[in-house]
């Protein structure tokens, strides 16, 4: 299985509202990574998951929490976000950010959650 | 810090070759990459270079680097409507980006038949 898959496909919430974004994969890849992508944009790097601690935040609003129950899942909470949230949400893994190892990043992207935030 | 630049937008006739481009400025980067992303759609790596070889073919596609100039071309051989899409280039490496991928903005490829 060299699939990462992500739920759900599409999401539409309030600026109330309180959702998560699930990200799954059976590769036995140990880092995982959530990016944000404006239409017309490249992805821009959120947080990076490696042996499910945290290991990278950058600098992202506190309105988005990941969290890494075990290797194979990450998931995204999302609470108060704004109208400018709205975007393509993309999970990917790759094989342990090891330090010996950390220049080739190979990265297994999903389809991505589109999120529009009213 | 980090940068990739690549030329926004490349149109071809159907059974021509692309070429699309790219510049990156950290010379530490040791692999440099392609993505493809079709409308709607996650990233898929298209293919890799490392950054101790000048080309990689791998069928219709062809990477091409010149590491004197920082500069990175993908070459798309007999070029299909299929294979419309954004292509991003993306470097790694043991600098600034610490392992990340680090993206440029993409390349629209239209392929007209």
């Given amino acids: 299985d060299t699939e990462v898959t992500q739920t759900p496909k599409h999401l539409v919430m309030g600026m109330t509202n309180k959702k998560s974004l699930k990200c799954e994969q059976h590769m036995g890849h140990r880092a995982m990574y959530w990016y944000k ?12 998951y490696s ?14 929490s990941p969290e890494c129950p075990n290797s194979s899942l990450l998931n995204l909470h999302l609470h108060a976000l704004q109208p400018e949230d709205s975007a393509l949400y993309l999970c990917a893994s790759s094989q342990s950010r090891a330090l010996t190892n950390l220049s080739y990043n190979e990265q297994f992207f999903g389809p991505g959650t589109r999120l529009t935030v009213l | 810090g980090e940068d990739v630049e690549q030329s926004l937008f490349l149109s071809v006739r159907e059974g021509d070759s692309s070429v699309i481009n790219c510049t990156y400025t950290d010379s530490s980067s040791t692999y440099l990459y392609w993505y493809k992303q079709e409308p709607g ?3 898929q790596l298209l293919t890799y270079i490392f950054s101790n070889m000048d080309m990689k073919q791998d069928q219709r596609l062809t990477v091409l680097l010149n590491k004197k100039d920082k500069h990175l071309s993908l070459r798309i051989a ?13 470097e790694s490496g043991y600098g600034g980006s610490q392992g990340n991928l680090i993206f440029g903005k993409g390349t629209k490829l239209s392929v007209k038949p």
């Fill in chain 1, 37 to 48: 992508q404006k239409a017309k944009k490249p992805p821009e790097l959120m947080f990076v």
């Fill in chain 1, 51 to 64: 042996y499910e601690k945290l290991s990278i935040n950058e600098s992202v609003p506190s309105r988005f």
């Fill in chain 2, 41 to 43: 759609a996650g990233l």
């Fill in chain 2, 78 to 90: 007999d070029t299909q409507t299929g294979d419309s899409a954004i292509y991003f280039c993306a």
